[in-house]
């Protein structure tokens, strides 16, 4: 993929920048309080604050944009940006002025009157249809109130709408430091790693990481597979998975997987030993036991002690490391163990960690980890897609560097 333009590359004196962010912040609702909701968890906003700081520094005028939600196109109180905004002046500690408009005299009518470093935020993009539409006049309009655009929203990067690649076809367009950093790492991790790399899958579905396995069998060293899929590479080998999940449909994917592997001579490690319970609302009904002793009646919702010793020790002789997906059920307390323990191992490492966005992220901040991996994906579907080798509409309407 061609390097793109970043802000570094833009001399932003006197200049707008409209910035799109991802905000859309894991939050709790709080219907009986003034407050809509409060935020749970902030790490996308402070993933952003490197780029509106070095924006904020060069003297440019910042309008961010983001969505929040779902709000279908339509204007929703619960979805106002308030907190958000909130938020993100606390972390700044300066000034973010909210407006309750997208586009109209008020918003142009304030873009018109700031000044530089000044900062404010428009209302949550979602509430105009326009904006999923991808509409060409919507685009044209967003792009109408500044200079520059700068996309910073990796985790929307593989959505082709207004915002994140409409708008780039009108002004100049250009990445900003955590797209850049997203590129560079997730890019990186295949195309020029340290050896040996190992991946290592998770969560609940083969079909989910079909195109990614394909495509690491001929760049990881080792693959370790765990999270409610390693039921169906069990199955295809002939064991016993109980009630566990299991995609029929991918068992002979599987195998081709196994057969592939073997041929590359890249060692793919399944799970020895597993936690199962009759039900995922019976934690109490936990055990661990070997996977040829998986009993009719119960499922798969963790990976054994064995088997996180044995990953561990695998993760811990390695120079790069990709992580996608769960080891089990991590937000039930019985079935969190498993993932960890790959978690901690990778934490204690010195390698290379790479670790895919949405619930392997949740995993990690929620085990208080976040800072000892070396990047920490922001996008969930956009990160698998990149990692897939699928060309992002955000990313590819950006500017080439040239030469």
């Not at 069990?234 to 994917?253: N, P, R, Y």
């Not at 799970?271 to 009993?295: A, F, Y």
Request: with cysteine.
């Amino acid at each position: 993929m061609s390097l793109k333009k970043t802000i570094k590359d833009v001399n932003w004196e006197g200049k707008t920048a409209i910035v799109r962010v991802d905000f859309n912040v894991p939050v709790a609702m709080k219907p009986y309080s003034h407050e809509i909701y409060t935020i749970s968890d902030d790490s996308r906003i402070r993933a952003s604050l490197p780029t509106i700081n070095y924006l904020s520094s060069a003297g440019a005028k910042i309008i961010l944009i983001t969505h929040f939600g779902r709000p279908n196109g339509k204007p929703n109180k619960e979805l106002e940006l308030t907190p958000i905004a909130s938020r993100l002046s606390e972390l700044l500690g300066s000034s973010v002025t909210y407006v309750h408009q997208v586009l109209g005299e008020e918003v142009t009518s304030m873009v018109n009157q700031m000044d530089k470093s000044e900062i404010i935020m428009l209302q949550n993009l979602r509430f105009y249809e326009e904006e999923e539409a991808n509409s060409e006049e919507f685009s044209k309009n967003l792009a109408g109130l500044a200079d520059v655009f700068v996309n910073d929203a990796f985790g929307t990067a593989h959505r082709a709408h207004a915002s994140t690649e409409g708008i780039a076809h009108h002004i100049p367009s250009v990445a900003g430091l955590l797209m850049e950093k997203e590129i560079q790492f997730l890019g990186g991790v295949l195309d020029s790693p340290k050896r040996p790399l190992v991946a290592i899958f998770g969560g609940s579905k083969v079909s989910d990481k079909t195109h990614i396995i394909e495509r690491i069998l001929g760049k990881a060293d080792t693959i370790l597979i765990g999270g409610g899929m390693a039921a169906t590479f069990l199955k295809a080998l002939g064991k016993q998975t109980g009630d566990s999940s299991v995609e029929e449909g991918l068992i002979d994917f599987c195998l081709s997987v196994l057969s592939k592997a073997e041929s590359n001579q890249v060692k793919v490690c399944l799970p020895k030993d597993v936690i199962v319970s009759t039900n995922i609302h019976e934690p109490d009904k936990s055990k661990s036991v070997d996977v040829n002793s998986i009993e009719p009646g119960t499922k798969i919702f963790d990976i054994g002690e064995i088997t996180s010793n044995e990953y561990g020790s695998v993760i811990g002789n390695m120079e790069t490391i990709l992580w996608n997906g769960p080891m089990g059920v991590f937000e039930i307390e019985a079935f969190r163990q498993g993932t960890f323990a790959i978690a901690k191992a990778i934490a204690k490492s010195n390698s290379v960690s790479v670790v895919g966005g949405g619930s392997t992220a949740e995993a990690v901040a929620s085990f208080g980890l976040f800072e000892k991996i070396t990047h920490v994906s922001t996008g969930g579907g956009a990160s698998l897609e990149y990692l897939e080798g699928k060309e992002l509409p955000g990313i590819a309407s950006l500017e080439d560097k040239r030469g």
